[in-house]
Each structure stands twice: as structure tokens, then as C-alpha cells.
């Protein structure tokens, strides 16, 4: 027998609106033959007996991810098959499969493509598989079959990156490494809109890059020309490529880690060899942007995610603002800001406010040109407004 899990009355509500999430408080009982074990599938009933989901059950304050909402699909290989198939349809759809200028994308982004806890990335013929919750890597065989079948010869390797994203207290002792295929190189070149990036999924952070600011990264491009950029927060260089290809006179690239802003100069290098003014400085942003003075009229503040959950959300919102206030104080007249808040606990307005609260401390007239998300391969389920994390503005300055 399938554990049974039933419902407190009322709490099926946002299940009816096909939420994908189960919190451990809604739940009112448990039925099931021995102890019930995280990552099992397991079935959900109203305190009435109605069926209303199927899921992965786990440890914390999210009980359930929902697989379905289907009491007939059976979580089977079928089923991971079709679920890979209409994320793949998603991908062709979005004309990335078959790209000429681009090799890597978002192929399944969690509860966007009604896959919780699954990340899922390509670069050129190798998908970096990463499962955040205990239930996706217990599938991550039936994964990569499902993964096999939709790419058949366009796919060579798959690796397996979850070690630092399942539950460190489910004691599964996860090790990276290929679980099909293999790879004789660990830096492989991949191409984003023609431009071309070094990209390492056995040693670099998420899967190697990060695919979600490929169309921000296209607007930076389109405003360089002309102009002395600084990109901080830079990791693999990203912003920092686009703004030379777009013809900016210099560019600063700054980070905290020494490792990515040798491979933002490698990246530099690999698509311009020795022909752009380009600086890499290992320091603190939030240190470095005091002191940068009228120097520039582009910058860049794609931090990391200072609010990971709500318990630390005015501590974050009070770093953007200080951060954002120190640029647009020192940024050049004329100039054009582009920030970022990639926290998932933080709402656009609550971003936008924030960025406000930091023009009116600089004393500077600022005009919104762009309000800026992530693409459309990292999708956002209708039922859970919670998937769109990324939020930017592209500032223009007086």
C-alpha cells in the first residue's frame, strides 16, 4: 500500500488551485505500512478521503512536492519520459534546441516545468542534472532514461550535480559525477548569442553558468557602446563579454572569488584575445563600489541572494538598498544602472520600493527604462507566482 496522507480541513484549498506545495502543518494523519520515508511518493487525501495529489514527501516545513494532480498517472518511467518530452516540446518551442548561436539553456526549471525539485541545464551535448529534494535524486536514474529518450544521439553525457543541493540531513551521502556518458574535458566552450563562455559544471557554482540572464545579458550589449562598464558580482564574466561585444571603451569586471575572475579574463580573452581594455579585480563589490568614484557610466549589481528565506528579509532589503545607493550616488550623469535581486523571498515591489528608497538617499533623478525577469526557459507555473525569482531594472540616471 502507497502512504496515505490526509489533509486538516480546509487545507486542500490551494491544492484545488494546483499550488505544488504541501506544508507539514496542513497535514492531519498519516497512514502507511512501516516508518514513512523521505523522498517516497506518496498519495494526499482531503479529511473527507478525496484524492488530490501525488508527490514526493520530504522532511521540513514543505511536506509534499506535487508530482500530480492526476489520481491515474502512475509515477513510472512513462511518466518521467512524458514529463522530459513536454519540457523538451517547451525548449523547442522556444527555438533553443536547435540553435545555432546558442548551445546552452534551462532544459527543466522545478515547479515551472511541474518538476519540484529538479533542475535540469544544457551545455552543447551534456545535461547537468541538479535535485533538490531527496525524491529527485532517488529518480535521478529514471531521469536520465527519460533524458536519453527525449535527446536520443544529440545527448553524450549526464551529470549528476547534487551534492550541495539535496537535504544535507537526509544523510544520502551524494558524490557529483557522470551517470551516463562521460566528458575527457572539465572546461568546455558553449555558445550564448554567439558569444562563447568556458563553462564548468565539475567545479563551478549552480551547473557552471548562470542561463538565466541570457536576454539581460543582451540588453547590456545593446547599451555598451561608448561607454566605461563596471560588472560586478561578474562570476564567469558574463555581463562583462556582452558590454565589450557591444562596444564599451573599458571594462571592469570585480568579484569577491579570485578563481571567477581569472575565468571572467579567460572568457574575456577567448572571445577578443588581448584587443579590449578589460580589468579583473579580485575584491568585496560592496567594498569596492565606495571608492569607484564618477569613473563610470554602466555598471552592473547582479549580487548573489541576499534574502535565501523570509526570516532575513529586512537585513536584505536594507543591503540592496545600501548597495544600490552607493552606485547611483557615484555613477556617471547620463548613466545606465542595471539591478539585480535574484532572492526568491523578495517580490518585484518589494525590489522596485528598495531601489526607490536608494535613488532618494543619492539625491539623483532616475528614470525606469526596463523591468527585467528571467527568459522564458526558466518558466513560471501560473499556480506558483513564487517561481519567478529574478527581478532587475535597467536605471537611466541624470
Known sequence: MRTQIYLRHGKEESLLRKHPWIFSGAIEKVKCKGELQEG???????????????????????????????????????????????????????????????NCYRLVHGEGDSLPGLVIDIYDKVAVVQCHSVGMYLSRM???EALRTAFGEKLTAIYDKSSQTVPFKAGLNAVDGYIWGKSDHKAHVVKENNEKFLVNWEEG??????????????????????????NTFCYTGGFSVYAASGGALEVCSVDASE???????????????????????????????????????????????FAKH????????????????????????????????????VSKELFRTTVFSAAAIAGRKVRILHQLTQPADHPINIYHPEGEYLKGLVLYVE
Not at 73 to 86: M, T
Not at 310 to 337: D, P, T
Open 40 to 102: 517516497e511518493v506518496v498519495d494526499v487525501f482531503t479529511k473527507k478521503g478525496e484524492f488530490i495529489a501525488r508527490g514526493h514527501y520530504q522532511i521540513g516545513s514543505i511536506a509534499v512536492r506535487v508530482l500530480t494532480f492526476e489520481p491515474e498517472e502512475e509515477i513510472n518511467q512513462q511518466w518521467w519520459n512524458n514529463r522530459i518530452a513536454v519540457a523538451y516540446d517547451v525548449r523547442r518551442t522556444l527555438d533553443l534546441t536547435e540553435n545555432e548561436t546558442t
Open 142 to 144: 529514471s531521469i536520465a
Open 205 to 230: 557554482q549552480k551547473t557552471g553558468f548562470f542561463l538565466d540572464q541570457r536576454q539581460n545579458r543582451e540588453l547590456v550589449r545593446h547599451y555598451a557602446k561608448g561607454r566605461t562598464v563596471l
Open 259 to 305: 578563481r571567477a575572475v581569472k575565468l571572467a579574463d579567460e572568457n574575456m580573452r577567448l572571445n577578443f584575445g588581448d584587443s579590449v581594455k578589460h580589468s579583473a579585480v579580485a575584491a568585496d563589490a560592496v567594498e569596492y563600489i565606495k571608492q569607484i568614484g564618477d569613473k563610470y557610466d554602466l555598471i552592473i549589481l547582479d549580487p548573489p541572494a
Open 310 to 345: 523570509h526570516k532575513v528579509l529586512g537585513n536584505a532589503m536594507q543591503g540592496y538598498k545600501r548597495i544600490n545607493a552607493r552606485a547611483l550616488s557615484q555613477i556617471k550623469s547620463g548613466g545606465i544602472l542595471f539591478t539585480f535581486s535574484c532572492s526568491q523571498a
